[in-house]
């Protein structure tokens, strides 16, 4: 079955503090994956994504992500957190062909306390 | 980057009475758009694949005369719920496939009274 799981529920860091939030899915075919972030009441913003080449992939606001076929994992890092990116961060996976629909995990809420 | 528009941002309406929001891409044709629906502090579950010129493709357990799609654009989407009722209550959001990702839009709080 086709599945994401995000682990942690809730997370709080101190800014300033290095955050990890994990992701883990279950994909029969080759994935694509995805991290996105909604801020309250907000549509989803795009973080990053990985299809294929090197396994740390950069996003837009100082986050990175590191694809490990292994463990089957997608887990999104960032060296130092700002105040600015408490949100609810989903991880997604999806097809090779965009017109195929996205899997989201249940999500993981990020406090941050100054 | 892309943009996909969703109107409207909220909408209260009354017991029994329907529903439109709508889905644009703005810049970019999209031959399929998706619809979800997202519990507060929960994930996006989708509720439908919309395909131009062609049926939508319901999730198991959507109700298909309820939650009424069309896509008779490559650019517009649009999602009707009829006889709204309380418990239809929810954020609504809508995605376009682009060439290499998909793109959301800002969602709609439907609020039943």
């Known amino acids: 079955a086709q599945s994401v799981t995000q682990p942690d529920i809730h997370i709080t860091v101190s800014e300033g503090a290095s955050l990890e939030l994990r992701c883990n899915y279950s994909?029969?075919?080759?994935?694509?994956l995805f991290w996105y972030v909604q801020s309250p009441g907000q549509g989803l913003q795009l973080l990053l994504k990985?299809?294929?080449?090197?396994?740390l992939v950069q996003g837009i606001k100082g986050f990175e992500a590191e694809f490990k076929r292994s463990q089957s994992s997608f887990n999104l890092r960032k060296p130092s957190v700002h105040w600015s990116d408490a949100a609810e961060y989903f991880c997604?996976?999806?097809?090779?062909?965009?017109?195929?629909?996205?899997?989201f995990g249940t999500g993981t809420r990020l406090q941050v306390f100054p | 980057g892309a943009v996909v528009s969703q109107h409207p941002s909220w909408v209260i309406c009354k017991s029994g009475t329907s529903v439109k929001i709508e889905c644009r891409s703005l810049?970019?044709?999209?031959?399929?758009m998706f619809w979800y629906r997202q519990f507060p502090k929960q994930s996006l579950m989708l509720m439908a694949t919309?395909?131009?010129?062609?049926?939508?493709?319901?999730e198991q357990g959507v109700e298909k005369d309820k939650f009424l799609i069309n896509h008779a654009s490559l650019t517009l989407s649009t999602l009707t719920v009829t006889s709204a009722h309380p418990e239809d209550s929810s954020f609504y959001i809508c995605?376009?496939?682009?060439?290499?990702?998909?793109?959301f839009g800002q969602g709609t709080r439907l609020t039943v009274v």
């Open positions: 995605s376009a496939s682009g060439t290499t990702e998909a793109f």
């Open positions: 994909y029969g075919a080759t994935p694509y």
């Open positions: 990985y299809f294929s080449g090197d396994t």
């Open positions: 997604a996976v999806g097809a090779v062909s965009t017109d195929d629909k996205l899997i």
């Open positions: 810049d970019f044709q999209a031959t399929t």
């Open positions: 919309s395909n131009e010129g062609s049926k939508a493709t319901y």
